[in-house]
């Protein structure tokens, strides 16, 4: 039986909900991995199953703020600053990092969510196209990952499915 709050998100439906006894209470459009979903290391897929929020990154930073290896670069995303880095994913605004809790689906070894490094994260709105485009992690636009940062808890749980 799923909790009463809870973060659902459909890799088919391309959508990000946020349930709240048996209700959606909002709704977001989403990107998650081109290489569709899968749990294994190294495979660039967004994995399925039941997470947790471990951890949210980048409160009280501005809009568009970049972030590499989960640390603030002192950078704010702008087409200029993209065209200086074509090669980069863009991780930007905030990051909530999920962790599995399903052992040996996406929980330990070889499937281990959080050493997968898998996150919901904003990305360049230019990106937001309805497309499944990411390496694995659940990308959202920058005033949809700021509204969403400010509604979720460190330990809320999320199902990831098809």
């Not at 409160?59 to 704010?76: M, N």
Request: aromatic fraction near 10%; glycine fraction near 10%; charged fraction near 20%.
């Amino acid at each position: 039986m799923p909790p009463n709050s809870y973060l659902d998100i459909s890799i088919s439906a391309q959508q990000l909900s946020i349930i709240e006894n048996g209700h959606t209470l909002k709704t977001y459009p989403i990107s998650t991995a081109k290489n569709g979903a899968g749990e294994l290391m190294g495979s660039g897929c967004t994995p399925r199953g039941w997470h947790c929020i471990r951890a949210k990154i980048g409160d009280g930073l501005p809009l568009y703020s970049v972030f590499k290896a989960r640390r603030w670069t002192g950078e704010i995303y702008s087409p200029e600053l993209a065209a200086h880095y074509p090669e980069r994913d863009w991780i930007l605004t905030r990051i909530l990092w999920l962790g599995g809790l399903e052992p040996h689906k996406n929980r330990y070894g070889q499937v281990d969510t959080t050493w997968r490094y898998i996150y919901v994260h904003g990305c360049p709105d230019e990106l937001m196209n309805g497309q499944a485009d990411s390496h694995g992690c659940i990308r959202l636009g920058n005033d949809d990952m700021l509204d969403l940062f400010n509604r979720v808890t460190v330990g809320m749980r999320v199902f990831s499915h098809e």
